[in-house]
């Protein structure tokens, strides 16, 4: 529904009169403008005010982030909701490609053999394949998948270009967003439990639009 | 993700010790045992505990999308994020396919040529094809997706086994919530603005999960 050329007259209209109505409400904040445009993006997709206190902005965010996009880095993902989500005409559109592991058979196999989670063995395949380096990577659901990304981070220097640290959960996943902001890497997290696959495509299109919108 | 089958020990210790939390931290409630299922897996999908309040059970939802899916019921999407968050191997089991028409070309070209939404002109699809009768529809985006079904209920006595009225937003979201409300059809609605797809699926999965331990 992000796609600008796929939205109906009347899908931007409700797009736009919707955006409008966040910021009005959302009174003020000292949100660089292009910050804002994440914010307020990830409160159109939740209707949920919370997130302009909860959302960090963790070195060059939206610089990098947006640079990533324009260079077709690879965007890994730890569920196929943010994969599916993601405005796959606008991603292609700058050679990017989705990555998801988590329903792979190897991956669900070694996790069993492991004991360890689906999502961290994903992650760890994606490290495998060198995906990582200069990556936008999304977590939108695992909190032991950022854990594995801050630990990749921390102990193989791959640092991707930009971490967008949004799982939503009661056990790990604040933990699992504080050890993204003990890092040096480029980040977007939500602080807390809150988050989701829905905040981390609405990051990803805020980046792609501020992108389109360059002057 | 909640695919029993499909989750790790350690995936299943973390959800546990997670509805653990929820269940803690909610507190005193009016819901049924099997509605708290379903409020508690939005709960848990949210890290939103707002949704305790938002959260509304209209006729004999549990039960009508209990029966409608152990029927092998259609399951009408308004987006592709619920499709894909939805369990395929569980679904399938029962015999359900979901169905989602937002990006297809025939929706796309008439929605244009029509002056309205992707979504209604999706939803329109799906009533052309004798989808909708005994169908669970779940909508977690689109309020005019959600206005389109009232009104198809409305004007053709085309009755859903129940109604996942959960889409999120500022413009619509909460008037088309309430004209379900005013219909008889079993419905599981999140009042106000708040809702979204992991919404959707987690009411979904909610009910495959009670269906499954019926005794």
């Known amino acids: 529904m992000n796609d600008m050329r796929q939205m109906t007259s009347l899908g931007r209209a409700i797009e736009e009169a919707s955006f409008a109505i966040v910021d009005a409400e959302a009174g003020d904040h000292s949100f660089s403008p292009a910050e804002w445009q994440v914010v307020r993006r990830v409160i159109h997709a939740t209707a949920d005010f919370e997130f302009k206190s909860l959302l960090r902005f963790q070195g060059d965010a939206i610089g990098s982030g947006i640079a990533a996009l324009e260079r077709g880095c690879p965007i890994v ?15 292609a559109a700058y050679g990017c490609h989705t990555h998801c ?15 360890e989670t689906r999502a961290v063995m994903a992650m760890r395949k994606a490290n495998d394949l060198g995906l990582l ?10 909190p032991t998948a950022l854990l594995e990304i801050a630990r990749v981070v921390r102990e193989q220097s791959e640092a991707p270009a930009l971490i967008v640290g949004v799982p939503v959960g009661f056990v790990s996943a604040a933990e699992a967003k504080d050890a993204i902001t003990k890092l040096d890497t480029a980040a977007i997290v939500s602080l807390g439990r809150k988050g989701g696959s829905t905040i981390a495509v609405a990051v990803i299109h805020a980046l792609l639009k501020l992108s389109a919108e360059k002057p």
């Open 77 to 91: 993902v730890d569920v196929k909701m943010i994969e599916v989500g993601l405005n796959a005409h606008r991603l």
């Open 101 to 115: 592991f988590i329903s792979d058979d190897d991956v669900m196999r070694e996790a069993k053999m492991a004991q």
């Open 133 to 142: 380096r200069g990556a936008i990577v999304a977590v939108g659901n695992a």
